[in-house]
């Protein structure tokens, strides 16, 4: 009976033993490969739909960086083998579709580190980056080895906004111009515990709206960074010329009234549709993603 006790503790550490690495030289241990997913709101990985390219960090337990590096789209579907790292925790950290509307401060340290929506040359924000971030807890303290699932969530909200009927009803006006008020500019590395991560510091965005004569329509397609269904943003429509305000959306009271939330969807899109049938009649309203198609349309690529 003593022998089969005593063959318990010893299968569990033969496996532990087998199953981690024990050499003191670390470099002959197999290193952890890290696997890049994004479900959107399904089920199934979509990563390469929404996903062109990413930053990656590692960051030690005193948040220190300690590995980076640009993936591409390649790395992104395969997945990467990360170089020998000492039996410890980490903190991974990813951002994803990075361009020269956004840039990334301070990543060398993880408390410091952040990303900013950038203006344009006129000084004007247009709109900001289709962000994504990704975040894992990599816990090497008794294995070196293995895969390790690390999962993005979506970083911004599009916006489609079309404008129907302006000229026939404002000869003479100014160009239509919209502008949001109080869209998030900047976000830090960490404290996003909700998985989908909130930005601070709000500016006032004018995104620029293409424009079909013939069809009497205005459109501006262009993304924000996040906002709650409760702290969205207000769009105004103004005269460009004189600067009187044609109107105002709020955007918590429009996502209410249409039964619309985005808190926990990833792929969050919000077409709105503006038509003019009077001078000073307008109906606003949501219409289908993708059914109005004017040319140009100034959309991101």
């Known amino acids: ?88 925790q980490y903190r991974v950290i990813a951002w994803a579709n990075v361009t020269k509307q956004s840039q990334i401060a301070n990543p060398d340290t993880l408390a410091k580190a952040d990303i900013t929506a950038q203006p344009d040359d006129k000084g004007f924000y247009r709109g900001t ?23 993005f969530s979506s970083a911004h909200i599009g916006l489609d906004v079309v404008i129907k009927g302006y000229d026939a009803f404002h000869p003479g006006a100014g160009e239509p111009q919209i502008e949001i008020l109080s869209g998030g500019t900047h976000y830090t590395f960490v404290e996003h515990p909700a998985g989908i991560p909130l930005p601070d510091a709000d500016k006032t965005f004018v995104p620029i709206l293409g424009h079909s004569q013939r069809d009497d329509m205005y459109r501006a397609r262009f993304d924000l960074f996040r906002f709650t269904d409760a702290q969205a943003p207000v769009l105004r429509l103004i005269d460009s010329k004189s600067g009187k305000e044609i109107a105002k959306i709020n955007i918590t009271d429009y996502l209410k009234e249409h039964n619309i939330s985005f808190d926990k969807l990833h792929e969050a899109n919000l077409p709105l549709l503006i038509s003019f049938t009077a001078p000073l009649k307008i109906t606003i309203k949501p219409f289908v993603w993708g059914s109005i198609n004017i040319k140009p349309d100034q959309y991101k690529q």
Do not use: W
């Open 1 to 88: 009976m003593a022998k089969k006790v005593l063959l318990l503790p010893l299968t569990v550490l033969l496996m532990a033993l087998l199953s981690s690495c024990v050499y003191e030289d670390l470099s002959k241990c197999p290193e952890p490969r890290l696997r890049f997913v994004y479900n959107a709101d399904g089920s199934d990985n979509v990563l390469p739909k929404y996903i062109k390219d990413a930053h990656l960090y590692i960051y030690d337990e005193s948040g220190a960086v300690c590995y980076t590096k640009q993936l591409t789209r390649q790395d992104l579907a395969e997945g990467i083998q990360l170089p020998v790292l000492t039996f410890a």
């Open 129 to 151: 980056d289709s962000l994504y971030r990704a975040e894992l807890s990599l816990d090497l303290r008794h294995a070196s080895q293995g895969e390790y699932t690390v999962p």
